[in-house]
C-alpha cells in the first residue's frame, strides 16, 4: 500500500505566521525578522514512497470570451519504483480586478493513479463560473484580463500558464 494523502489545511512554521492559509490576499505579510514567510508544510502537501513529474501545462484555447469555457492538461508521470497516486491540484489566479482576489484560488483536483514509468495526460476543465468573482455591486461576473493558471503537486509547488479573458 502507498499512501497519496493531501493536506486539506497549511501547517504554520511558527505562531507568528497564525492564521496561515494558501488563498490569502496579496499584500498580506505574516513574517517576523528573520524567519521566512513559507509555510512548513503547505495547503495540498503529501508524501508518498512514489515521486511524481508534472509538466506541459498547457491551457486551451489561450484566450476566451467570458462566457467560454477553457481545457488545461498536464502530463503526470510516475518518476519512481513503486506504483502511486498523485492529486494534481490547479489553482488560479487574476492579475489585475476590480476587487482584491486572493493568490491563489484551488478550482480543480483530481487523483490519478499510475505505475512505475508511466505517464498520462489529465485535464481540467476553467468554467466562466471557476473564473468569476463577486463584484462591487455584488454580482457574480467574469471579468476580462490575464488569468494565471497554476497547476502542481501542492500550493506552493506549481507550473504556470497564462489565458487571457478579453470582453468580446
Known amino acids: 500500500m502507498n ?3 493531501k493536506l486539506p489545511i497549511t501547517f504554520p512554521r511558527s505562531v507568528g505566521q497564525l492564521p496561515d492559509f494558501y488563498n490569502h490576499k496579496p499584500s498580506r505579510n505574516r513574517s517576523y525578522i528573520f524567519t521566512s514567510r513559507e509555510p512548513l ?13 508534472l509538466e506541459n501545462v498547457r491551457v486551451e484555447p489561450a484566450e476566451i470570451a467570458p462566457n467560454e469555457n477553457a481545457k488545461v492538461t498536464v502530463e503526470v508521470t510516475n518518476t519512481g519504483d513503486r506504483e502511486g497516486d498523485e492529486v494534481p491540484q490547479m489553482y488560479i489566479h487574476q492579475r489585475v480586478s476590480s476587487v482584491t482576489r486572493p493568490v491563489l ?3 480543480g483536483f483530481q487523483r490519478v493513479h499510475l505505475r512505475p514509468g508511466e505517464k498520462t495526460t489529465i485535464s481540467f476543465t476553467l468554467t466562466p463560473e471557476s473564473l468569476a468573482l463577486w463584484n462591487e455591486e455584488m454580482k457574480r461576473v467574469v471579468e476580462p484580463g490575464v ?22
Open 41 to 53: 508544510f503547505p495547503f495540498g502537501y503529501g508524501l508518498s514512497y512514489a515521486s511524481f513529474k
Open 105 to 107: 484560488e484551488l478550482r
Open 3 to 5: 499512501p497519496g494523502g
Open 147 to 168: 488569468f494565471d493558471i497554476l497547476v502542481g503537486t501542492s500550493s506552493a509547488k506549481t507550473q504556470a500558464t497564462q489565458l487571457k479573458v478579453t470582453a468580446k
